[in-house]
């Protein structure tokens, strides 16, 4: 089979501005970025805003393993089904951050004959949303560092700043540093500091929450960067410098429309990590698919643990609407490795081993089950799996009550999607009752709690003694009825990557807590859980190149 690369560029795609026609949006609208890409201003999507809402679809998928579980190329594959079972359809999707693309991913867009086009330039610079992130956080992170040295009339402890640096790039180098050396005249004030990846930075969760400039505004000047000598927070409004990170994100909160390699429009809006912030692409770009298609479908961030917990608990409750249908996507070769199979070991990749991982399946969709929307099981067929296998997983699926089917949609495209689409428009027709896992009135405490004991299946909830001051501060501070956000590895249901399947009798530790006041929600740190990732041994950055006629290679 030929390359993701190959595939994409041999691609008969429409013009964007042909296919934004078709959507009611003139071209003359559009704010183009070649060819093959635009971005939508708010000011013409509010044209469709008296519109009926489409049928909402969520992608999710079981707990992530090196046997991959195809989770974007199965949403991309179902929104190119729905379009061939004859339904209007319009995806809404996360920007990749260069970071993980250079470092194990390679890409991010989907693949083989479901992906979304330009792939090239979706993967890498884009329409610039990232870099005008980055820009705006370090703009405040300078100003905030600048006001200490220059009289710190707010009276700003310098070992207490909270905003670190933030770069698009995978450096376990900058998790920790030393600032502000070489004298206050020259380097400031020294204290300890550290750098994030631009998509954990609280503005690229901002940005992907935000419905309009006003709500963009708003949400900037609540963000807090640090606390005073006696313990107030300081916010970006009292460094007055909100104006100008408005003026950096004036173009990034348009959202941006491309397309399937079929031609179903998609937009690809907002970053932000799912094992760090909430894992969704913007609230823009999702009520805009609902708008204008009949059947809008969304992606949540890794597990459903991770980004389906938090688009049902944070992004549902800040937007206002919920989804008509979830879909997990399992691997049979996933299920394996959750059984204890070793990727490494052929031998070891038995049905025997698949069957022993159907715990991890099992609870993602008690799990979501508790939502009170209905649950459709993808099973991803790589080429290697047997029809012993896939008639395994759907038996099993049976056994549950819950609908399931084969997809085929990387070497069929939209083809071998039509089965998923059909199953997903027959659960929507069966209704939804949804409700969020907890309400707002319950404390920091309770909210971990509720989340650790019936989503992660925690037996206990453990508070290091630094998170039990931070969680005392915010509530005193009136924090205490933001929803939580989570950060842990998305490598197991639990706080410890190596436990794999759906362990329990476990202990959670919330080893720190801080707030995200302008995205509106408590971010609690558990277990390992770093904001800034590090490469592997050989990451991804070692295969890609551009070649001497300027084609790229090795980007997937």
Same mark, same amino acid.
């Given at each position: 089979?030929?390359?993701?690369?190959?595939?994409?560029?041999?691609?008969?795609?429409?013009?964007? $501005?042909?296919?934004?026609? *078709?959507?009611?949006?003139?071209?003359?609208?559009?704010?183009?970025?070649?060819?093959?890409?635009?971005?939508?201003?708010?000011?013409?999507?509010?044209? +469709?805003?008296?519109?009926?809402?489409?049928?909402?679809?969520?992608?999710?998928?079981?707990? %992530?393993?090196?046997?991959?579980?195809?989770?974007?190329?199965?949403? @991309?594959?179902?929104?190119? *089904?729905?379009?061939?079972?004859?339904?209007?359809?319009?995806?809404?999707?996360?920007?990749?951050?260069?970071?993980?693309?250079?470092?194990?991913?390679?890409?991010?867009?989907?693949?083989?004959?479901?992906?979304?086009?330009?792939?090239?330039?979706?993967?890498?610079?884009? #329409?610039?949303?990232?870099?005008?992130?980055?820009?705006?956080?370090?703009?405040?992170?300078?100003?905030?560092?600048?006001?200490?040295?220059?009289?710190?009339?707010?009276? @700003?402890?310098?070992?207490?700043?909270?905003?670190?640096?933030?770069?698009?790039?995978?450096?376990?180098?900058?998790?920790?540093? =030393?600032?502000?050396?070489?004298?206050?005249?020259?380097?400031?004030?020294?204290?300890?500091?550290?750098?994030?990846?631009?998509?954990?930075?609280?503005?690229?969760?901002?940005?992907?929450?935000?419905?309009?400039?006003?709500?963009?505004?708003?949400?900037?000047?609540?963000? =807090?960067?640090?606390?005073?000598?006696?313990?107030?927070?300081?916010?970006?409004?009292?460094?007055?410098?909100?104006?100008?990170?408005?003026?950096?994100?004036?173009?990034?909160?348009?959202?941006?429309?491309?397309?399937?390699?079929?031609?179903?429009?998609?937009?690809?809006?907002?970053?932000? +990590?799912?094992?760090?912030?909430?894992?969704?692409?913007?609230?823009?770009?999702?009520?805009?698919?609902?708008?204008?298609?009949?059947?809008?479908? #969304?992606?949540?961030?890794?597990?459903?643990?991770?980004?389906?917990?938090?688009?049902?608990?944070?992004?549902?409750?800040?937007?206002?609407?919920?989804?008509?249908?979830?879909?997990?996507?399992?691997?049979?070769?996933?299920?394996?490795?959750?059984?204890?199979?070793?990727?490494?070991?052929?031998?070891?990749?038995?049905?025997? $081993?698949?069957?022993?991982?159907?715990?991890?399946?099992?609870?993602?969709?008690?799990?979501?089950?508790?939502?009170?929307?209905?649950?459709?099981?993808?099973?991803?067929? +790589?080429?290697?799996?047997?029809?012993?296998?896939?008639?395994?997983?759907?038996?099993?699926?049976?056994?549950?009550?819950?609908?399931?089917?084969?997809?085929?949609?990387?070497?069929?495209?939209?083809?071998? &999607?039509?089965?998923?689409?059909?199953?997903?428009?027959?659960?929507?027709?069966?209704?939804?009752?949804?409700?969020?896992?907890?309400?707002?009135?319950?404390?920091?405490?309770?909210?971990?709690?509720?989340?650790?004991?019936?989503?992660?299946?925690?037996?206990?909830?453990?508070?290091?003694?630094?998170?039990?001051?931070?969680?005392?501060?915010?509530? %005193?501070?009136?924090?205490?009825?933001?929803?939580?956000?989570?950060?842990?590895?998305?490598?197991?249901?639990?706080?410890?990557?190596?436990?794999?399947?759906?362990?329990?009798?476990?202990?959670?530790?919330?080893?720190?807590?801080?707030?995200?006041? &302008?995205?509106?929600?408590?971010?609690?740190?558990?277990?390992?859980?770093?904001?800034?990732?590090?490469?592997?041994?050989?990451?991804?950055?070692?295969?890609?190149?551009?070649?001497?006629?300027?084609?790229?290679?090795?980007?997937?």
């Amino acid at each position: 089979m030929k390359s993701d690369l190959d595939i994409s560029r041999e691609a008969k795609v429409r013009p964007i $501005a042909e296919l934004a026609e *078709g959507m009611g949006i003139p071209s003359c609208e559009l704010i183009p970025y070649g060819r093959d890409m635009a971005k939508i201003p708010l000011d013409v999507l509010k044209r +469709f805003s008296d519109k009926e809402d489409g049928k909402l679809i969520l992608v999710t998928a079981i707990t %992530a393993t090196p046997a991959g579980e195809g989770k974007t190329v199965t949403t @991309i594959g179902l929104i190119q *089904g729905l379009s061939r079972i004859g339904k209007k359809v319009v995806g809404a999707l996360r920007e990749p951050s260069i970071g993980p693309i250079f470092g194990i991913k390679g890409g991010a867009t989907g693949g083989g004959f479901s992906q979304i086009y330009p792939m090239w330039d979706i993967n890498l610079h884009f #329409t610039g949303d990232i870099h005008a992130v980055g820009s705006a956080h370090n703009l405040l992170s300078a100003v905030t560092e600048n006001h200490i040295a220059k009289g710190n009339e707010l009276c @700003i402890d310098p070992t207490k700043i909270t905003l670190r640096k933030a770069i698009d790039m995978n450096c376990r180098e900058l998790r920790n540093t =030393v600032v502000g050396l070489g004298g206050k005249s020259i380097g400031g004030v020294p204290h300890e500091s550290g750098f994030l990846i631009t998509s954990a930075s609280e503005i690229s969760a901002i940005l992907a929450l935000s419905s309009d400039r006003e709500d963009l505004r708003e949400r900037l000047e609540r963000i =807090v960067v640090g606390y005073t000598y006696d313990g107030r927070a300081v916010t970006a409004k009292e460094l007055n410098c909100v104006g100008a990170m408005m003026v950096l994100l004036k173009d990034a909160i348009n959202p941006n429309l491309v397309q399937t390699l079929e031609g179903q429009p998609v937009f690809v809006h907002g970053f932000p +990590f799912a094992n760090i912030a909430h894992g969704s692409n913007s609230i823009v770009a999702t009520r805009a698919a609902m708008k204008l298609g009949d059947y809008a479908v #969304t992606e949540a961030g890794f597990a459903a643990d991770l980004g389906a917990e938090k688009f049902m608990d944070i992004v549902c409750r800040q937007a206002g609407f919920s989804p008509d249908c979830t879909v997990i996507v399992v691997s049979a070769r996933a299920l394996m490795m959750h059984g204890d199979a070793d990727i490494g070991d052929e031998g070891t990749m038995t049905i025997e $081993a698949m069957k022993k991982g159907y715990p991890n399946l099992d609870k993602h969709i008690s799990n979501l089950g508790l939502y009170g929307v209905p649950v459709v099981v993808a099973i991803n067929r +790589f080429p290697s799996d047997t029809d012993e296998e896939i008639a395994e997983i759907r038996a099993h699926c049976d056994s549950l009550g819950v609908p399931s089917a084969e997809s085929t949609v990387f070497t069929e495209g939209g083809r071998g &999607g039509m089965e998923l689409a059909q199953k997903v428009v027959e659960a929507i027709g069966k209704g939804k009752d949804f409700r969020p896992l907890y309400g707002n009135e319950l404390t920091i405490k309770q909210k971990i709690e509720r989340i650790g004991y019936e989503i992660y299946g925690a037996s206990m909830v453990n508070y290091l003694p630094a998170a039990e001051k931070v969680i005392s501060s915010l509530e %005193a501070a009136g924090y205490g009825g933001l929803p939580v956000c989570i950060a842990k590895t998305q490598a197991s249901i639990s706080d410890n990557p190596s436990r794999k399947g759906a362990p329990t009798g476990w202990k959670l530790t919330v080893r720190d807590v801080y707030v995200s006041a &302008g995205a509106g929600f408590i971010v609690p740190i558990c277990g390992q859980m770093t904001l800034m990732p590090g490469l592997p041994k050989n990451p991804a950055a070692e295969r890609i190149d551009l070649d001497a006629e300027g084609v790229i290679r090795g980007l997937r």
